[in-house]
């Protein structure tokens, strides 16, 4: 096992912990970080490092792999601190456990190409990717083994410095050097259909994100839709096809990856806005964005919002971590201004 604390032991440790302390100043929520983080262009390799070590200090804490989650994806990564380090250009060299944890909190689909669902964290640190943490024996790790372990993240937090300069160093944090720890991908665990969906996902996010502004944390992942054709509408060999975000705004909104329009009509609506019965907005005189080389290689496109851990998805019309090509709101029309994201 890892180790037994619950995020409860873990609290009460803290509220004991901190009446000793005479170091501790200020009236913060155990366990919560307030201090202020680098902006994406500060980041350099010492301050990655650094990271990394005090990311080690609560992965080698005595806390069981559910805490261990809580603590790095609602504690320690905030959206501040994880949309500064998301928009780190592809080619800066990441520790292994910061990208790994970067990885756990992203949607963006793992070098596999896609997750496959019910993967644990657990699985994908120590099976899929080999970052081992330190195991806490249970016939022979006593209270006080745990509570030198803890002192890690309460050192942190009392200091209220997620890049805490005084961490020591941790155990195996010399494998998290960038390109020291191999692993195979673990491609048969994801399936060809998998793969599909996951990329099929992330261009009707980017969809969004361009063309009508996207959530930066979602609950769950976008699930492509699409519409079956009436009848009584023209062979579709005729149709004028658009795929990507300069297609009918409402089939931007609706996850749909092409927009149909028939020939039918001098004004034109496409096939799923007459499925569904509301007004088209499809345009003709859009510029299409993907012909800039950033809608095909964005940095890490967006985060998971917690579920288990209370935090909610927001809609967000101005920020987005593509790194594509927007229109500004004051080039919208008024009708894709009063875009409403929803997501189940």
Request: charged share 30%.
């Amino acid at each position: 096992m890892v180790g037994t604390w619950t995020e409860k032991h873990t609290q009460k440790y803290f509220r004991a912990a901190v009446k000793k302390r005479v170091d501790f100043i200020g009236t913060r929520k155990h366990l919560e970080f307030t201090d202020q983080v680098p902006p994406t262009h500060e980041w350099t390799a010492e301050l990655l490092e650094q990271f990394n070590r005090n990311l080690r200090g609560v992965y080698n804490g005595p806390f069981d792999w559910e805490t261990t989650e809580v603590l790095l994806m609602k504690y320690i990564m905030t959206d501040d601190l994880l949309n500064s380090l998301k928009n780190l250009s592809k080619d800066v060299a990441l520790p292994h456990l910061v990208r790994l944890v970067l990885d756990w909190a992203c949607w963006d689909p793992p070098e596999e190409g896609a997750w496959p669902p019910g993967l644990s964290m657990r699985r994908y640190f120590m099976k899929w990717r080999h970052c081992e943490p330190l195991n806490f024996k249970s016939d022979t790790s006593t209270d006080v083994d745990m509570e030198q372990a803890a002192n890690a993240l309460l050192d942190m937090w009392i200091a209220n410095d997620r890049l805490y300069a005084d961490t020591p160093v941790q155990y195996r944090e010399a494998e998290d050097v960038p390109g020291v720890t191999q692993y195979k991908l673990r491609m048969q665990d994801v399936t060809d259909e998998q793969r599909r969906e996951a990329a099929e996902a992330l261009e009707a996010y980017l969809n969004q994100e361009w063309r009508c502004g996207a959530p930066l944390q979602m609950k769950a992942w976008i699930k492509v839709r699409s519409y079956k054709r009436p009848e009584n509408l023209p062979p579709a060999e005729n149709d004028t096809v658009i795929r990507g975000p300069y297609m009918c705004l409402q089939c931007v909104k609706a996850c749909i990856l092409e927009c149909r329009v028939p020939n039918d009509t001098e004004l034109p609506k496409c096939v799923s806005c007459r499925v569904r019965k509301i007004k088209c907005a499809y345009q003709t005189e859009l510029v299409d964005p993907r012909a800039d080389p950033a809608f095909f290689n964005p940095p890490r496109a967006l985060s998971k919002a917690s579920v288990s851990h209370g935090s909610s998805a927001g809609p967000s019309s101005s920020a987005g971590a593509s790194g594509s090509a927007k229109r500004t709101a004051d080039t919208l029309s008024e009708e894709e201004r009063e875009v409403k994201h929803t997501r189940s």
